[in-house]
């Protein structure tokens, strides 16, 4: 894949997470302090979403630049420390340490949401997350961008 063809992947999938925002956004603005089990669920699953969208941008960039996709048990973790890095000659770090941390944090919950049930989802434990997903997209589309850009 060339850088072209790179970038309208990624834009395609920072279109997804932009509509995820604005659902996540949209439900918070009718849920209040105290959402219902159906509201919980549904935050959830936008979170979820909105981590495996951008993994999806980060196994792009590992295929089509790095030409290297962890692989076993803990490959989603790797993926994520590989994009904080720089990767040989080839590109500079993707995403910065702070990104980094932050992103963590979605990958922990997409964990937790694929294994156990939503009754079992407690919303003072990933509310935070909910509140900074635009901030936390904000910075992270502004780093994918501007390291895109940079590509060889």
């Given at each position: 894949m060339d850088?072209?063809?790179l970038l309208?992947?990624?834009e395609?999938?920072?279109?997804?997470?932009k509509?995820?925002?604005r659902?996540?956004?949209?439900?918070?603005a009718?849920?209040g302090?105290?959402?219902d089990?159906?509201?919980?669920?549904?935050?959830?699953?936008?979170?979820?979403?909105?981590?495996c969208?951008?993994e999806k941008?980060?196994?792009?960039i590992?295929?089509?630049?790095?030409?290297n996709?962890?692989?076993g048990?803990?490959?989603?973790?790797?993926?994520?420390?590989?994009?904080?890095?720089?990767?040989?000659?080839i590109?500079?770090?993707?995403?910065t340490?702070?990104?980094l941390?932050?992103?963590?944090?979605?990958?922990?919950?997409?964990h937790?949401?694929?294994?156990i049930?939503?009754?079992?989802?407690?919303?003072?434990?990933?509310?935070?997350?909910?509140?900074?997903?635009?901030?936390?997209?904000?910075?992270?589309?502004?780093e994918i961008?501007?390291?895109?850009?940079?590509?060889?």
């Amino acid at each position: 894949m060339d850088k072209e063809e790179l970038l309208g992947e990624i834009e395609y999938e920072v279109e997804n997470l932009k509509r995820l925002e604005r659902e996540m956004n949209n439900l918070l603005a009718r849920i209040g302090d105290k959402p219902d089990l159906i509201e919980v669920r549904a935050a959830a699953s936008i979170l979820h979403d909105f981590y495996c969208g951008v993994e999806k941008i980060f196994e792009k960039i590992a295929l089509s630049t790095d030409k290297n996709l962890p692989k076993g048990d803990n490959w989603h973790s790797e993926l994520l420390l590989q994009m904080a890095k720089p990767f040989n000659t080839i590109r500079d770090a993707i995403i910065t340490e702070e990104s980094l941390e932050n992103l963590k944090k979605y990958l922990d919950f997409r964990h937790l949401f694929r294994h156990i049930y939503g009754f079992e989802l407690k919303w003072e434990r990933f509310r935070d997350l909910c509140l900074r997903l635009d901030t936390i997209f904000a910075r992270l589309k502004f780093e994918i961008e501007e390291s895109v850009k940079r590509l060889k």
